[in-house]
């Protein structure tokens, strides 16, 4: 079965650090495995990494996609009490075909 | 351009009663979602439409749940009668169809938040 682990599911930090989250998944058919950053109201897409495009990176925000070992991180740098939410690891396993989601991991950032 | 619409927001009603979810996706996407989001869990399929034909209902407790797209856009998602383990956010999204990789990339709605007394 398919299946997605993020880790760790929560941590705090201080606005300004530098965080990693972790997201392992096993998979029969890998196609892409997408992050998404939900706060109080609907999950919004932050990247897709595919085999052709295992790094991706948007201001603060960063990711890359390890296919070999099966897992990805996102790397949030100078966080801000903005940052704070529930990321989520999603992965798809073939064309057409509905995500499925890790149970997430809450950040929160104080200031 | 507009997004996934969801109504209502927020609905209490006591087990064993029946309540209703509208969604309005993206124009253009052929493809719509219902997932259940359990608080601290990730957004769990229920199920799938390709236009107006369900492509994955795997995982819909058909015994209480049913969902319908009839013209091939907007979408409602019953529950009669609900359970109080179905307290949970339900989410509606909304995808392309085809081969690109773009096409798993979900667009979701607001949700709406459901809680059975």
């Known amino acids: 079965e398919d299946k997605v682990v993020q880790s760790p599911l929560s941590l705090v930090v201080h606005e300004g650090d530098t965080v990693t989250l972790n997201c392992s998944y096993e998979?029969?058919?890998?196609?892409?495995l997408l992050w998404y950053k939900q706060e109080k109201k609907a999950p919004t897409f932050l990247f897709m990494l595919?085999?052709?495009?295992i790094e991706k990176k948007s201001g603060r925000l960063s990711s890359i996609l390890d296919k070999k070992e099966l897992f990805s991180i996102l790397n949030i740098t100078a966080t801000q009490t903005g940052d704070s939410a529930v990321y989520l690891c999603?992965?798809?396993?073939?064309?057409?075909?509905?995500?499925?989601f890790g149970k997430g991991t809450t950040l929160s950032v104080s200031s | 351009e507009a997004g996934v619409a969801q109504s209502p927001r927020y609905k209490i009603i006591e087990k064993r009663q029946s309540v209703a979810f509208w969604c309005n996706p993206i124009?253009?996407?052929?493809?719509l979602y219902w997932y259940q989001q359990i608080l601290g869990q990730g957004p769990k399929l229920l199920i799938q439409?390709?236009?107006?034909?369900?492509?994955?209902d795997s995982q819909l407790p058909k015994d209480r749940f049913s969902a319908e797209r009839l013209k091939g856009v907007d979408s409602t998602l019953k529950i009669q009668p609900a359970k109080l383990e179905d307290s949970a956010v339900y989410l509606c999204?909304?995808?392309?169809?085809?081969?690109?990789?773009?096409?798993?990339?979900?667009?979701f709605g607001a949700g709406s938040r459901l809680t059975v007394l």
């Open positions: 439409f390709q236009n107006n034909g369900v492509v994955d």
């Open positions: 999603a992965l798809a396993n073939q064309a057409g075909t509905a995500l499925i």
């Open positions: 124009s253009g996407h052929a493809t």
């Open positions: 999204a909304s995808s392309l169809w085809g081969v690109l990789p773009g096409a798993n990339v979900l667009t």
């Open positions: 595919t085999s052709s495009g």
């Open positions: 998979v029969t058919n890998f196609r892409s």
